[in-house]
């Protein structure tokens, strides 16, 4: 494991905000940090990245116990937490040289870095006037500077529009499969998470609801299909009578379980067959929310 916590816990004043925390991240892993607003995932990273105390609990990164080797362990971490820390006035490309003279690293990694985030064209720029997508690249770009092991970020896709939400998203994907390092990315959106992450953690109030891999949490939460008809109460019984899982009947659409692409296929042609005329038809994934109850039910079983 390149992270791995037992029991950590957080109070601000009387209130506990990280509770009796147990991560696992695997070496080599995209791990998706998930939780609503407010649920303790900044706290857990600054408390991983020693930016704030570990009240109770023990926190072991690399394999070595944090409290003996936070030097050691630190120095293999790149972060980014809220905005990066960029001079507006410098290009992208100053503002790595700044940081690689600091570091002592070799000047020709910021040429690398620039081309890993795809910012080469764009070194050359003031840094203030790049895109908020770029700004985050940047960041990652500054993060990795000195080649850390394991890289944290702490919502990097907040306020990106669908592109530079994809470009973050390669850019991780790359940065696992070519480069081998681990990443730790917090987010409070599933959707984003799900396309990328080889692993989850997710966490509401300080707890951890679920932890393991992308694949078994896909497993709780079955994807639906949402079917827009006419008819849509007798549609439905149509459908259970064929054993389709009905999930909701509204007038206008009815929500079904998703089962294959195949199973899908069927569906449509039985209700147009049956006079049911189909409008529209797509796979929908749960939200957060809607997952949050699909796993307290299947901790209830
Ligand atoms: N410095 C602080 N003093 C007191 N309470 C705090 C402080 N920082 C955070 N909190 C509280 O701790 C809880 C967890 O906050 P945290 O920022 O870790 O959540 P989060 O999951 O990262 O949410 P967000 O996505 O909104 O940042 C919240 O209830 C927050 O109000």
Do not use: C, W
């Amino acid at each position: 494991m390149v992270i791995e916590t037992q029991g950590l816990t957080f109070n601000f004043g009387t209130q506990t905000v990280v509770k009796s925390l147990s991560l696992q991240v695997p070496e080599g892993s995209i791990y998706g940090f998930l939780g609503p607003n407010g649920a303790g995932k900044t706290t857990t990273i600054k408390l991983l990245l020693n930016l704030l105390k570990t009240q109770e609990g023990d926190i072991k990164i690399f394999g070595l116990d944090f409290k003996n080797h936070r030097t050691e362990i630190l120095s293999q971490i790149g972060s980014l937490i809220e905005q990066p820390a960029i001079y507006a006035h410098l290009t992208g490309r100053e503002n790595l040289m700044n940081r690689a003279m600091l570091l002592q690293v070799p000047e020709s990694r910021v040429d690398d870095m620039l081309k890993l985030v795809k910012l080469s064209q764009a070194g050359g720029k003031k840094a203030g006037n790049y895109s908020l997508g770029m700004k985050q690249r940047l960041g990652i770009a500054l993060a990795m500077l000195s080649d850390p092991k394991l890289l944290m970020l702490d919502e990097p896709t907040n306020g990106l529009d669908p592109n530079g939400i994809i470009e973050i998203r390669e850019l991780l994907i790359r940065l696992v499969n070519q480069h081998k390092k681990t990443v730790f990315i917090s987010s409070h959106l599933l959707a984003e998470i799900e396309r990328m992450a080889t692993h989850v953690g997710i966490i509401n109030f300080g707890e951890m609801l679920f932890q393991g891999e992308i694949k078994d949490l896909q497993s709780i939460s079955q994807p639906m299909v949402h079917i827009e008809t006419d008819n849509t109460v007798d549609a439905a019984n149509l459908l259970t009578k064929n054993g389709y899982p009905v999930i909701e009947v509204k007038d206008d659409y009815l929500t079904v379980g998703y089962k294959s692409k195949e199973k899908s296929a069927e569906l449509n042609a039985l209700l147009n067959q049956n006079g049911y005329p189909v409008y529209s038809i797509h796979k929908v994934q749960k939200d957060l929310e809607k997952l949050f109850l699909d796993i307290t039910k299947t901790a209830a079983q």
